[in-house]
């Protein structure tokens, strides 16, 4: 739930009573597999190790903070989502959770599909030779410079998002000598169980085309006149970090109501329907996220059962998992720097990172876990803040959770699940500079997004 403000500002409005948080977990040491990824584990003398590699040696050779990605963790669960919809259906990873061409390489030789959001991210998939035909582009304000780019190289599909956007598309296509094949967006009125920022399908935000009111008919009306498109189903996405799937059956049902009032109408049976990403991870030990394979057959039935109903084919699905392919497969490393004890409130513990390289905490209220991983400690458990460095108050990685109390400078701590939307969103806040990834796999370490440097900053400030 979304914290108000609060009239003595956020420092007040934070001291929270005794008992506000969960209990302390039996063993701090231990490194819940639910949270982190599948090669994390500690070595005979309690540091914690991934894909073999010990994190003080990391931290050694890469400095802190940096993102670690596990390859093995990835690759394994681009294959998860693959076999759970198998070959009649089409499974894109969401670029924006977090894109590079190593990742886009992975996703192609994972037979994966893309999905992009801007002209920047299409220029990075293609530059890794993601091929053209397996590219979806999304966006609510799409430029005609990034439009013409995406028809001219033939991406597999593009999601209207406007009726604005309908002419646009159609009269670049034609422009082009090309028929450009098209999703419709649309908002179907769904409330998802999530922050407010990242729910997308209720009527009052920038995303799609409602269905109230008949906008959503009406733009398949228009794209069906337009000689530059091919219309080939309907998108929707209700949203991010979602676990029930009571949104995606509401979701479903009203998609396959639409695609039967178009049959109705025009007699047209769209082949395809997108019913977009958003299904949650964990974050915390307390989440109880789905399997691929769940996700895929409670799909599947609904889709199945709900075109039944309708008297409709059954169209091809297509989903959109980004967080939940490349989220747990990631940790940041830290070094901890001060640590400040307030007395009947809690202990702020300070790293070398913050806000710069993951703002989810202060944007969304985010929830982490985090742990020490340069030692073991049987010291007593103590509630902490961890913020970072820079000059915000709001500047907290994870609100709430518990360190031993022996923590001291120096200490390298780790929070999981930061390989969704971390280094995607990013910043270079009082001049930070954004840290590297650095990819893990069997005992081997390579960077495949350097740490920037001063001079990488300096060289963009012309004076």
């Not at 759970?84 to 994972?110: C, N, P």
């Not at 390289?357 to 803040?385: H, K, Q």
């Not at 923590?407 to 390298?412: E, F, I, K, M, Y």
């Amino acid at each position: 739930m979304s914290r108000s403000a609060h009239p003595a500002g956020p420092r007040h409005a934070d001291v929270l009573p005794e008992g506000h948080y969960s209990a302390p977990p039996a063993d701090l040491n231990f490194l819940d597999p639910k949270v982190w990824s599948q090669t994390v584990g500690r070595d005979a003398d309690g540091v914690a190790t991934v894909a073999g590699l010990d994190v003080t040696s990391l931290a050694e050779e890469f400095g802190t903070p940096a993102y670690f990605l596990d390859e093995t963790d990835f690759r394994a669960r681009c294959r998860a989502w693959a076999d759970a919809f198998g070959k009649d259906a089409d499974v894109f990873y969401a670029g924006k959770a977090f894109l590079s061409r190593a990742i886009v390489r992975w996703l192609h030789e994972e037979g994966l599909n893309l999905d992009v959001c801007s002209g920047t991210e299409l220029a990075t998939a293609l530059a890794a030779g993601m091929p053209a035909e397996r590219i979806a582009f999304h966006g609510n304000n799409k430029s005609e410079d990034e439009i013409r780019r995406a028809v001219d190289v033939g991406v597999g599909r593009i999601v209207l998002d406007s009726f604005q956007e309908i002419v646009r598309v159609a009269h670049i296509a034609q422009s082009l000598g090309k028929r450009q094949r098209v999703q419709i967006r649309v908002t179907v009125g769904v409330e998802a169980h999530t922050h407010e920022f990242i729910a997308t399908a209720h009527e009052d935000q920038k995303f799609g085309i409602a269905l109230a009111g008949g906008q959503a008919a009406e733009a398949v009306r228009r794209a069906l006149k337009l000689d530059g498109l091919e219309l080939i189903g309907i998108h929707s996405h209700i949203g991010s970090q979602i676990f029930d799937m009571a949104g995606f059956e509401v979701s479903a049902r009203r998609v396959v109501q639409l695609l039967a009032e178009v049959r109705d109408e025009h007699g047209v049976e769209l082949p395809e329907i997108d019913l977009g990403g958003g299904l949650g991870i964990a974050y915390t030990s307390d989440d109880d996220p789905r399997e691929p394979h769940e996700i895929a057959k409670a799909l599947n039935e609904i889709v199945s059962r709900e075109c039944e109903a309708a008297g409709l084919r059954t169209p091809r699905i297509s989903v959109e998992p980004g967080r939940a392919i490349v989220g747990p497969s990631a940790f940041t490393l830290y070094e901890v720097g001060t640590i400040k004890p307030l007395e009947g409130l809690r202990t702020y513990v300070s790293v070398d990172g913050g806000m710069s390289d993951n703002i989810r905490t202060a944007l969304y209220d985010a929830e982490y876990s985090v742990a020490l991983v340069s030692r073991t400690s049987e010291a007593e458990p103590m509630l902490v803040r961890v913020v970072g460095k820079h000059c915000e108050s709001g500047d907290i990685v994870v609100r709430d959770a518990f360190l031993p109390a022996d923590l001291a400078p120096g200490d390298l701590i780790a929070v999981p699940a930061t390989g969704a939307y971390c280094r995607s969103m990013a910043s270079n806040y009082n001049h930070a500079l954004r840290p590297p990834v650095v990819a893990v796999r069997d005992g081997e370490a390579r960077v495949i997004v350097r740490r920037e440097t001063e001079e990488d900053l300096l060289r963009l400030d012309v004076g």
